[in-house]
């Protein structure tokens, strides 16, 4: 299967503690985002990187959020310092931009965070 | 702007019924048009596409026009399975950057 993994799928964690995602896209996209969905509502956009620059954030994504792509391939989502509104699914998105792809994005499965 | 619109659920329909979700957006210009599907604890998987105004994007029974004139994308099935039970995302590409926008979701149920 070559498609967008993410990893962990769920996390629960306590108040205050640390957690990270990791994405590994589609291989040969250049293209990857990070959305954060909440229950009952649509994905909202949080980052996105072309290669491994991180060219687009969201007004979304407090300091205690951080993302990575160090080298163009996997990224990683990292939240400190938890907190329980913090609470939702994780997205990751990769797309190419080859005019052929249409500028059509895949997700993966996405990661559950619960903060207790 | 860069909203999109679409029909608020839930939505619920016995098995082969026909299924109509509708979908606007504003924009300038012409955004590429999209219909993601999300079965329960997963992630969303696109179900059609369209890029140009007239263009038809369908998948498992599943079609949506893309109306210029209208600004809409409207998803319709014309015989529901209990299968297509799922939450469904109407989704376009932006003016300008690189969020795709989404709307707020529909819930569909499909009962026997």
């Known amino acids: 299967d070559t498609g967008v993994s993410q990893d962990p799928r769920h996390k629960i964690t306590k108040r205050g503690q640390n957690v990270t995602f990791r994405c590994d896209p589609i291989?040969?996209?250049?293209?990857l985002y990070w959305y954060r969905q909440t229950l009952g509502q649509g994905p909202e956009f949080l980052t996105y990187?072309?290669?491994?620059?991180?060219?687009?954030k969201s007004r979304l994504l407090s300091d205690r959020f951080s993302a990575e792509r160090p080298k163009g391939s996997f990224s990683t989502l990292e939240i400190q310092r938890t907190e329980q509104g913090d609470s939702a699914m994780y997205l990751c998105?990769?797309?190419?931009?080859?005019?052929?792809?249409?500028?059509?994005?895949?997700f993966g499965e996405g990661s559950w965070l619960t903060v207790v | 702007g860069n909203s999109v619109t679409q029909m608020e659920g839930p939505v619920t329909l016995s098995e082969e019924a026909f299924l109509t979700i509708n979908c606007t957006y504003t924009?300038?210009?012409?955004?590429?048009l999209f219909w993601y599907v999300q079965y329960p604890g997963e992630g969303l998987q696109l179900l059609l596409k369209?890029?140009?105004?007239?263009d038809k994007g369908s998948n498992k029974g599943f079609e949506a026009t893309y109306r210029k004139e209208t600004t809409s994308f409207h998803l319709e099935k014309g015989s529901v399975q209990v299968s297509d039970s799922a939450v469904y995302f109407c989704?376009?590409?932006?003016?300008?950057?690189?969020?795709?926008?989404f709307g707020t979701g529909t819930s569909l149920t499909v009962i026997p």
């Open positions: 998105a990769s797309s190419s931009n080859s005019i052929r792809s249409g500028n059509t994005i895949y």
């Open positions: 291989s040969e996209h250049n293209r």
């Open positions: 990187f072309q290669n491994e620059a991180q060219l687009e």
């Open positions: 989704a376009r590409t932006p003016n300008t950057g690189n969020q795709f926008y």
């Open positions: 369209a890029t140009k105004a007239d």
């Open positions: 924009a300038t210009g012409y955004p590429s």
